[in-house]
């Protein structure tokens, strides 16, 4: 089993500025994009020991600015970037939360757990 998060974070650096696993407390800055795993299961199994794990993962968008623009576009950015790796966007729908935009993304794709390297899921 790998834990997705990091690799995760290093992949989506640059598509948005402030990565957390959780919403953060206090005075989170903007835009925002928080990592929720929602599947981490044994895919393939070689040798005895798993070596592809097949991920689910809920990427939420956040961003407090008057208009959804800059929410939108860095969601944008995020679900390219995704998709780029190997990933399939599940769904995207776009919300407001708590005078926030939120676009919450789902992607999954099976990840080689040696290498990183994903592969669409169907």
């Known amino acids: 089993?790998?834990?997705?998060?990091?690799?995760?974070?290093?992949?989506?650096?640059?598509?948005?500025?402030?990565?957390?696993?959780?919403?953060?407390?206090?005075?989170?800055?903007?835009?925002?994009?928080?990592?929720?795993?929602?599947?981490?299961?044994?895919?393939?199994?070689?040798?005895?020991?798993?070596?592809?794990?097949?991920?689910?993962?809920?990427?939420?968008v956040w961003d407090n600015q008057p208009t959804r623009e800059r929410c939108e576009q860095t969601a944008q950015a995020v679900s390219a970037r995704m998709i780029a790796a190997g990933f399939s966007r599940q769904s995207a729908p776009s919300l407001e939360e708590d005078h926030l935009h939120r676009v919450s993304m789902t992607f999954r794709g099976t990840v080689d757990n040696k290498t990183y390297t994903v592969y669409e899921r169907s």
Request: glycine share 8%.
């Open 1 to 60: 089993m790998i834990d997705p998060y990091k690799p995760l974070a290093v992949l989506l650096a640059g598509a948005c500025p402030n990565i957390e696993p959780t919403f953060p407390r206090g005075q989170p800055s903007f835009p925002l994009l928080t990592v929720s795993v929602i599947d981490n299961n044994s895919e393939v199994i070689l040798g005895g020991a798993e070596r592809f794990s097949g991920i689910v993962v809920q990427l939420d």
